[in-house]
């Protein structure tokens, strides 16, 4: 599978350009909490400003994918940039726009799928090689709620963010003192900081949850 740019779907829609998950991209402030729909109208009437918040709120997931199936960075780099292809190509006529989240993880799965058949025509590898490294399809369910809930932290920004990536992010979880010290804050403002901050969280995941 070669390396590819990403096409425009029509003029004046050309999106950022993007390779690996492109932390790169600067979107603005004000696309940070508009729904999918708003974002896709903007990237179909030309706003750049719109591609890169697209970019950044879908690149992580759709390098996720082939991660998972065990792929170098060359590859995942290579399955990022045709499966966002594939997307500005089917752009105008995307049905179902509240459901972009599985869409990209479903295009992910087939591009990497496609990815192996190559791969293995040109090892001589058997058919249920592939078979064996595709994840499971009750997986596509967590990883759409993964997703959600990484949009809702970024969402929320701020020292709120910082303090639930800090409690919750690490493997095993962080200790209220590790986090006071990681965070520069009063150990004692950690219980009451992580209440509101939840509570915070919870509302804009029932606001992303509407507007799907």
């Known amino acids: 599978m070669g390396r590819t740019e990403i096409p425009s779907p029509a003029p004046n829609t050309a999106p950022p ?14 696309w940070k909490e508009a729904p999918d729909d708003a974002i896709l109208a903007a ?3 030309g706003d750049q400003s719109a591609w890169s918040e697209l970019i950044a709120r879908y ?7 082939p991660h998972r199936y065990g792929l170098d960075r ?8 045709e499966v966002f292809t594939i997307f500005v ?17 479903t295009t992910a799965h087939r591009v990497c799928r496609q990815w192996f058949k ?35 932290l970024r969402r929320l920004g701020g020292p ?9 992010t690490n493997q095993g979880g962080a200790s209220y003192a590790e986090v006071a010290e990681q965070l520069n804050m009063p150990e004692g403002s950690i219980g009451p900081a992580r209440g509101r901050c939840l ?13 799907r």
Not at 17 to 30: C, D, I, L, Q, S
Not at 74 to 81: G, N, T, Y
């Open 17 to 30: 350009a993007a390779a690996g998950p492109p932390a790169h991209a600067r979107p603005e402030a004000g």
């Open 43 to 45: 990237c179909l009437a």
């Open 59 to 65: 690149s992580r997931l759709v390098y996720s994918i």
């Open 74 to 81: 060359e590859a995942c780099d290579d399955i990022f940039q």
């Open 89 to 105: 190509r089917q752009l105008p006529g995307i049905r179902r726009r509240s459901g972009l989240p599985k869409w990209f993880i």
């Open 118 to 152: 190559q791969a293995r025509k040109a090892a001589g590898e058997e058919p249920d090689t592939l078979r064996s490294r595709q994840p499971p399809p009750e997986r596509l369910v967590e990883w759409e709620r993964q997703h959600l809930l990484r949009q809702a």
């Open 160 to 168: 709120c963010e910082q303090l639930l990536v800090a409690l919750y």
């Open 199 to 211: 509570r915070k969280l919870s509302e804009i995941l029932h606001v992303m949850e509407d507007d």
